[in-house]
């Protein structure tokens, strides 16, 4: 008999909206950095709202979208990178667990490139150069952190043959045979 793939859903509705619209808001911030002023801060904050608006959903959303299903203790962390590099990983419905901590160091990251770059523009920080480094410096360590994650990705599509890209617009995963 040909086996019938089954289809899982895995991330609601308000994760796929925040994922993007935080892709979105980055990738403006980032194009706003220098001589936009006010524009710059004003989508900046929406990141910032996207962040926290995703931390309370990590208390509260639908299965894989809570902390408790992803961020998982050193053991699994280092059991998962040993059975990645000998080939053997196990297959996880939502995110892995390295996966699970690249996502928690983005979300820190962005939340603490907003929150210096709004004690940036506060009276008592205003024109302090190492406040205004230390925002640069978190803004520009998010593209990296991105790169790792889209590698992860993209490495993660190829070892469980679907497409990770398109199951976080639709929302759906093939269940692994
Ligand atoms: C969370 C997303 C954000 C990212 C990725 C980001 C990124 C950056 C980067 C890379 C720079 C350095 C520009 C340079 O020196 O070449 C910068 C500058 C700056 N950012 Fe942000 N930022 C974000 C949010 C914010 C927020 C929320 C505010 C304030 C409300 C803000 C205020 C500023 C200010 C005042 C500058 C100084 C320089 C200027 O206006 O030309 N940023 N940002
Ligand atoms: C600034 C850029 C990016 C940031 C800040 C970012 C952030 C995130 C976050 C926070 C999550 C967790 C989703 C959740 O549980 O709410 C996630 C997952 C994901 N992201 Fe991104 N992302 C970025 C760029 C991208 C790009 C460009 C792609 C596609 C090419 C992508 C594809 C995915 C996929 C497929 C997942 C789910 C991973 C899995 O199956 O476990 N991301 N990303």
């Known amino acids: 008999m040909i086996p019938v793939p089954q289809f899982l859903r895995v991330w609601d509705l308000w994760v796929r909206i925040g994922h993007w619209s935080l ?7 980032w194009l706003t ?5 006010r524009v710059h801060d004003y989508i900046g904050y929406s990141a910032l709202i996207i962040v926290l608006l995703r931390i309370v959903w990590g208390f509260t959303g639908s299965p894989h979208a809570r902390f408790s299903d992803f961020l998982r203790g050193p053991r699994v962390v280092f059991a998962y990178g040993r059975d990645l590099l000998a080939n053997r990983e196990a297959n996880y419905t939502g995110h892995n667990p390295l ?4 996502i928690a160091a983005l979300l820190f990251t ?12 506060t009276d008592y920080f205003w024109g302090v150069e190492w406040m205004e480094d230390l925002h ?9 952190l991105a790169a790792l994650h ?17 199951a976080m ?3 759906w995963k093939r269940q692994r045979d």
């Not at 640069?136 to 990296?144: C, Y």
């Not at 889209?150 to 599509?157: A, E, P, Q, Y």
């Open 23 to 29: 892709v979105s808001a980055i990738t403006a911030a």
């Open 33 to 37: 950095r220098d001589g936009y002023g």
């Open 99 to 102: 996966g699970g901590w690249m």
């Open 110 to 121: 962005i939340a603490a490139t907003g929150f210096t770059g709004w004690l940036y523009t």
């Open 136 to 144: 640069a410096f978190l803004g520009t360590l998010i593209l990296p």
């Open 150 to 166: 889209v590698g992860g990705v993209i490495f993660t599509s190829w070892r469980q043959k679907q497409n990770l890209v398109a």
């Open 169 to 171: 617009v639709h929302g």
